[in-house]
């Protein structure tokens, strides 16, 4: 190859992969095109939609009721 981009980022290549640093994403949908064009100057194009999420996970836990001890050889988990 050439030159390979990702979203106009222009990656590097290492060993047998290739690297984009910098791609924008934000939370939500998102698109990611991958342009990789040869020696001759043909052009290939690859198009993946993601979605991103990162808002932490809510919720708990409680053990037995919220037990501070138990004398069983089983345990209740509620999740909420």
């Known amino acids: 190859m050439a030159s390979v981009t990702v979203n106009g980022v222009n990656a590097t290549l290492s ?7 910098g791609v924008a994403l934000s939370d939500g949908a998102d ?3 991958v342009n990789a ?7 290939g194009t690859a198009t993946v939609s993601i979605k991103v999420d ?3 996970p809510t919720g ?3 053990i ?10 089983t345990a209740t988990l509620t999740l909420n």
């Open 15 to 21: 060993g047998l992969t290739y690297t984009a640093t």
């Open 60 to 62: 708990g836990i409680v």
């Open 64 to 73: 037995n009721g919220g037990a501070t001890y138990t004398n069983s050889l």
């Open 37 to 43: 064009t040869d020696l001759a100057g043909n052009v």
């Open 31 to 33: 698109t990611i095109t």
């Open 54 to 56: 990162t808002a932490p």
